[in-house]
RNA sequence: GUCCCAGUAGCUCAGCAGGAUAGAGCAACAGCCUUCUAAGCUGUGGGUCGGGAGUUCGAAUCUCUCCUGGGACGCCA
């Protein structure tokens, strides 16, 4: 908790305690204190509503419950300057800022970790997400996912939250028999054999370029061996292969993952047969039509579903679900899967496993990436997954950039379709809020390199009291907010919250450039006191950008 | 047909555990470089928050209903 929460905590503690003294409430029920921070500054530092809350408690007009509660309000000790009472009945409280100049001291010894809480409390949790199948090319929803994913998990991190971040290895079903007899038509093409590609084979060009180099590696080998060990084979070359890209992709769009979980170990394992006989126990199962089918109507979903098929083998749920229960064994409190949107049909029968293993409906939460669309020219670029041509995450990470994708991916709320400009996100423009961001962190470097050339020293030793602009105020209060705003993405999922935290402090940070000048001569003493807050302004943006995967430059 | 997501300024989107005059960027218009990077800043105009009803002191936010766009509804994975 820093100096800015806790003066939040002491005031809400302090009004909580007025209320009581006045008698408008009894603890039991009393409401929760909100404080928000009110978009009119004239409506001071924070503003709370609790009076109209407690209008029908108390039996009194809610001007006449803020007058009460301001009449027991000890003022010195909460921090605050002045109290008034506004519109139906707002408690506004202007506070005395003196602390904000604690601040920067603090930001400057606690560097990378500022913004770091404990809000989490070391809550166990898993991210899983990506898991695309090892077929072909991460495509763009892959690419949104994983910048959702892997940001999320910083700001869990950064919040205080234990999290495991999870890849899911589709390596045991029918794509990787299809992957097999794909891999084999480009490697007997790329030998010059009239060989089609099957109907449910995988046309994307990591196949092609991986049939060249088996052609290369093993020439005409493999032509004449029995089908069967040719497909075993490449089935098994394959997977490597693309599973080999898929981290590398990954890696180099600054994602990597704690735990990449193989559907196949939970084969080899038998974890499965206990997952199942877990529902079977519990009676969520029954026979029908020659299949085994688990009642997951019993949890909401529209109809049953097939764990069993006819011919004795499992549907894509059956190993789903004691891969979920792996999950849960090994201790994680909380299941975050991160899922394209054509999944979102899919959670009512996971949600139903999670429950029939007797865990509570929201121990698995999924958040739902909604579609990409691409433009280019100003026109919708089609994608086609038949022919191979979709975008690919590396394509896009060499034409537009690591930095613009990441923000750009997680710029949108996750559940909002995402419009991809690629002609924006590749200009050098200032339309463009990657470099917006980024230059306002390139802009204090440079002051901060000229100031050392010219003499200046950087550090804790400046007077604070010479802070005292509209603007200087502003950035203070916004680098204080940056803990609570980490919290608030974290617990409420929402990492593009932290895009508009970035893009709102390089404003105020360009703001206050073009209104004050910092390295001035004549004030020294102002000077060093503006160079601290610069510094500080730096280490909260090259924080905040870190946690989107965005890096800071130092000049552009 | 059922379910999920979306519908807010000309465009792209925030805001949605109800709160004060609904915000930002772009686009439009008007200004600011002899001064730390103008990849920047300052100002102006722009809205029936898809329509309708309800809940209440108060609704973009909650409920119902209708309309529009997208997605999902396999013994595929």
Redesign the pocket.
């Known amino acids: 908790m820093n100096s800015v929460q806790q003066i939040q905590e002491a005031l809400k503690a302090d009004i909580k305690q007025a209320i009581i003294q006045a008698e408008l409430a009894t603890e039991a029920e009393l409401p ?1 204190i ?1 404080l ?1 921070k ?3 500054k ?3 530092d924070y ?3 609790i009076a ?2 407690l ?2 408690i108390a039996k009194k007009a ?1 001007r006449q419950i803020a007058e009460d509660i301001i009449a027991n309000l000890d003022q010195a000790k909460a921090s605050v300057n002045e109290i ?1 009472i ?7 409280f202007f506070m005395d800022n003196s602390y904000l100049t604690d601040l920067i001291p603090v930001i400057l010894k606690e560097q990378d970790a500022y913004g770091k809480t404990n809000a989490g409390n070391g809550h166990k949790m898993q991210v899983e997400f990506v898991s695309a ?1 090892p ?1 072909g090319d991460l495509h763009l929803g892959h690419a949104r996912g994983a910048a959702v994913g892997d940001s999320l998990c910083n700001i869990l991190d950064a919040a205080g939250y234990n999290v495991e971040r999870e890849y899911y290895i ?1 390596d ?5 028999n299809n992957l097999a007899i794909s891999v084999e038509a480009r490697y007997m093409q790329a030998l010059g054999r009239e060989w089609p590609m099957p109907e449910d084979g995988y046309h994307g060009k990591d196949i092609i370029t991986l049939g060249e180099e088996l052609a290369a590696n093993y020439k005409d080998e493999w032509v004449n061996k029995p089908e069967e060990e040719r497909l075993a084979f490449f089935r098994s070359y394959g997977l490597k292969y693309e599973l080999k890209k898929l981290a590398a992709d990954l890696e180099q769009f600054r994602v990597t993952f704690d735990h990449w979980f193989s ?1 196949t170990s939970l084969y080899e394992e038998g974890k499965i047969e206990p997952a199942l006989n877990v529902l079977k126990e519990k009676d969520y199962t029954y026979e ?4 085994t ?1 688990f009642r997951t109507t019993d949890f909401g979903d ?5 764990l ?4 004795g ?5 059956t190993p ?1 679900i004691a891969y979920h229960k792996n999950k849960l064994d090994r201790g994680f409190e909380t299941l975050i899967n991160i899922w ?10 996971m949600r139903a496993a999670i429950q029939a293993l007797g865990y509570k409906a929201n121990t698995l939460e999924v958040e ?1 990436i ?2 990409v ?1 691409l433009f280019e020219n100003g026109e919708k670029v089609k994608m086609s997954k038949r022919t191979g041509k979709a975008v690919t995450l590396r394509e896009l990470m060499e034409e537009v950039g690591i930095d613009a994708m990441r923000y750009f991916f997680v ?9 991809f ?1 690629m002609d ?1 996100a590749k200009s ?6 990657v ?2 961001v ?3 962190h ?2 204090i ?3 901060l ?3 050392t050339e010219k003499g200046f020293s950087i550090n804790e030793d400046f007077d604070a009291n010479l802070l005292g602009t509209e ?1 200087e105020e502003d950035l203070l209060k916004q680098l204080g907010a940056f803990p609570q705003v980490i919290v ?1 993405a974290a ?2 999922r ?1 990492p ?2 932290m895009t ?1 935290y970035v ?2 402090l ?15 001569a004549e004030h020294p003493e102002r ?1 060093k006191a ?1 160079l601290a807050l610069m510094q500080a302004v730096r280490i909260t943006l090259a924080n905040a950008l870190d946690l989107i995967g965005v890096s800071a ?4």
């Not at 710029?411 to 419009?419: E, F, K, Y």
């Not at 390089?506 to 001035?520: I, M, P, Q, T």
Request: charged share 25%.
């Open positions: 929760a909100v928000e009110p978009k009119e004239a409506h001071g503003a709370t509503n109209m809350q209008a029908r809610p008034e506004a519109g139906p009945g707002f408690i506004n199948n077929t589709n045991a079903g029918n794509q990787i559907e029908k039509d020659a299949a089918w529209d109809k049953d579903r097939v069993i098929k006819n011919d083998s499992y549907t894509y749920l789903d394209g949107a054509d999944h979102h049909g899919y959670i009512p029968r739902i909604q579609m669309n710029m949108r709320s996750s559940d909002a379709h995402l419009d400009d924006l050098e423009s200032n339309d463009n809020p470099y917006y980024q230059y306002a390139a802009r470097c440079t002051m390199r000229q100031a603007k608030d617990q409420n929402t593009h919250r508009q893009f709102d390089s404003s105020n940070l360009h703001s206050f450039y073009n209104a004050e000048k910092v390295l001035d000077t503006r430059p130092e000049s552009m």
